[in-house]
C-alpha cells in the first residue's frame, strides 16, 4: 500500500526565514510526486510534478527536490502570503484502474508571520 | 491548465437525504476523479469517472452510497447518498488533463445535521 507522511505537521516561520517540508513516501513503483498549496476553503493548487531521484523543480520562493525516499520542499526568504497547507501525494506506476490516483500526505501547516 | 467548477459550494442537508454535487471542466478529459476531505484531513480518493464507463471505487467506498455519472468528457456528478453527519467533508472533482498535472476543483462543503 502506498503511504505518504509529511512532517512537521505545523511550521511558522517569520518572513524572510528560510525553511524545508519533508514528505516521505513508500510506493511499489513511483510515477510522480506532486506538491500542492491548499488556502483555507479552497481545493488544492498544483505546484510541481517531480518523477525521479535528483530531479528539482523552482517556483517564485519554493523548489522541490525529489529522492528514492523522500521529498523536499525549499521555501526561500517566505512571505505571509506564502501561509498555507502544503500537500504532497504520490502516484504509482500502476496501470489499469489505479491509473492518475493520488494518494495524499496529511499535509503542512505553514504560517509566515510579518 | 484546466478550470473546474462545482455546484454547489456548500450546503446543509439533514440525515437520510441525498446531495448531488456537479463537476463542470473547461476542457475534453478523459479521467476524472472524486477526492473526500474530512475535517482536518487530507485528500482521500473515492473514484475514477472514465467517460463511457462505470466508475471504478476505492476501498471503503461503494456505489450505492456515491453514486457516480459521467455522461460526457466535461462533466460529471457525485451523489452522496442516504447522508449521515460523518458525510461532513469537503469533496473535490480532479482532472488529469496532462501527463504531468492534476488539478483540482474548488470543492463542495457539506455539513450534515
Known amino acids: 500500500e502506498d503511504q505518504v507522511t509529511q512532517s512537521p505537521e505545523a511550521l511558522r516561520l517569520q518572513e524572510g526565514e528560510s525553511s524545508s517540508l519533508n514528505c516521505s513516501y513508500t510506493?511499489?513503483?513511483?510515477?510522480?510526486l506532486f506538491w500542492y498549496r491548499q488556502d483555507p476553503g479552497k481545493g488544492p493548487e498544483f505546484l510541481f510534478t517531480?518523477?525521479?531521484a535528483g530531479e528539482e523543480k523552482e517556483k517564485e520562493r519554493l523548489k522541490a527536490t525529489l529522492t528514492k525516499k523522500e521529498s523536499f520542499l525549499h521555501i526561500t526568504a517566505p512571505k505571509p502570503e506564502d501561509s498555507a497547507t502544503y500537500l504532497c501525494a504520490v502516484q504509482a506506476n500502476a496501470g489499469g484502474t489505479s491509473y492518475g490516483k493520488l494518494t495524499f500526505g496529511q499535509g503542512t501547516i505553514l504560517t509566515v508571520h510579518p | 491548465s484546466a478550470v473546474i467548477s462545482q455546484k454547489p459550494s456548500r450546503d446543509i442537508c439533514q440525515r437520510g437525504t441525498s446531495l448531488t454535487i456537479q463537476c463542470q471542466v473547461d476542457s475534453q478529459v478523459t479521467m476524472m476523479f472524486w477526492y473526500r476531505q474530512q475535517p482536518g484531513q487530507s485528500l482521500t480518493l473515492i473514484a475514477t469517472?472514465?467517460?463511457?464507463?462505470?466508475?471504478?471505487?476505492e476501498s471503503g467506498f461503494v456505489i450505492d452510497k456515491f453514486p457516480i455519472s459521467r455522461p460526457n468528457l466535461t462533466f460529471s456528478t457525485l451523489t452522496v447518498s442516504n447522508m449521515s453527519p460523518e458525510d461532513s467533508s469537503i469533496y473535490l472533482c480532479?482532472?488529469?488533463?496532462?501527463?504531468?498535472?492534476?488539478?483540482f476543483g474548488p470543492g463542495t462543503r457539506l455539513t450534515v445535521l
Open positions: 517531480l518523477y525521479s
Open positions: 469517472a472514465n467517460q463511457g464507463s462505470e466508475a471504478t471505487y
Open positions: 510506493v511499489s513503483g513511483l510515477r510522480g
Open positions: 480532479s482532472v488529469h488533463p496532462l501527463v504531468d498535472t492534476q488539478y
